[in-house]
């Protein structure tokens, strides 16, 4: 690998990621960031499994930048809704588009401000296979049961604060590698009764504020640093996840019109397992 003597945004060692290392990183959070599988997981996994140093935070944002860029033009009428919300609030929470935005705000204030306690006190210390391992696992035995029996009578447009809020509040199991943001807020949206499709929608518009928040900090960083190198990995890595997470989000969401989400529980019982193979056997 080369050597860079600048400082290289949390990548150990200072290495100028290797363009394998980049696609691979880029490709796996494409695919996985909206799939109820855990993409925080799958890039805490495969540098270890590859060997490679850990990709460094900010390109972990840059991938994610690019799957924003995927929900956003995939989503795009219901981002346009919360674009407008703002200016449409004098009408009250009875106006469709003020109450997505409303909700939308009451479900991401909790995780927040755990998002903020965690990183604080805990740190990177969950980020083992281990507790990946388990959390995988029954997470995902979690997710089969509520899409099994859960009902489907209730949609996006229909909900109400307090559904917003528990599934919000969900979101802060998710702060665990493993647990899967879109596969836990689904999980409870399905436990709740909404339909697939529709829980995975809302899923999907709740990750915007928070990739919005990190990618606007660390892009100032990236811009500021001068590392013409780290820029330009930066940008591959984003353009490479928009185009993965697109194909994924169009695939599972045409998968949701007429099956279940048990393949993706399928992938995670078998992985939780492997996982706990190797770290217990």
Not at 33 to 55: K, M, N, R, T, Y
Not at 196 to 207: D, I, N, P, Q, T
Request: glycine share 10%; aromatic share 10%.
């Amino acid at each position: 690998k080369q050597e860079c003597m600048t400082e290289s945004y949390g990548v150990p060692g200072g290495y100028i990621l290797e363009l394998i290392q980049l696609v691979t990183i880029a490709i796996v959070q494409g695919v996985t960031e909206f799939l109820p599988i855990s993409s925080s997981g799958h890039l805490v996994l495969v540098p270890i499994f590859a060997g490679w140093p850990d990709q460094g935070l900010l390109i972990d944002v840059a991938v994610h930048v690019g799957t924003l860029g995927a929900v956003t033009v995939y989503l795009w009428r219901d981002v346009w809704r919360l674009f407008r919300a703002p200016f449409r609030i004098g009408r009250g929470t009875g106006d469709p588009d003020v109450r997505l935005l409303f909700h939308l705000v009451i479900a991401t204030i909790p995780v927040v401000i755990a998002g903020l306690l965690v990183h604080k006190f805990v740190g990177n210390s969950l980020r083992t296979i281990p507790v990946i391992g388990w959390t995988t696992l029954i997470f995902g035995l979690v997710l089969y049961a509520t899409d099994r029996f859960g009902a489907q009578f209730r949609r996006m447009d229909d909900m109400e604060a307090g559904a917003a809020l528990w599934i919000g509040l969900s979101q802060i199991l998710a702060l665990i590698p493993g647990t899967s943001r879109s596969g836990i807020t689904v999980t409870v949206a399905r436990l709740l009764g909404y339909d697939r499709r529709e829980a995975a929608r809302f899923s999907m518009l709740l990750s915007i504020p928070t990739i919005i928040a990190a990618g606007g900090l660390a892009g100032k960083d990236l811009l500021e640093s001068g590392d013409s190198m780290l820029q330009y990995d930066a940008v591959i890595a984003l353009c490479l996840s928009f185009v993965m997470a697109l194909i994924a989000i169009i695939a599972m969401m045409g998968w949701l019109r007429h099956a279940t989400f048990t393949p993706f529980v399928i992938y995670r019982i078998g992985l939780g397992l492997f996982l706990l193979a190797v770290a217990y056997l």
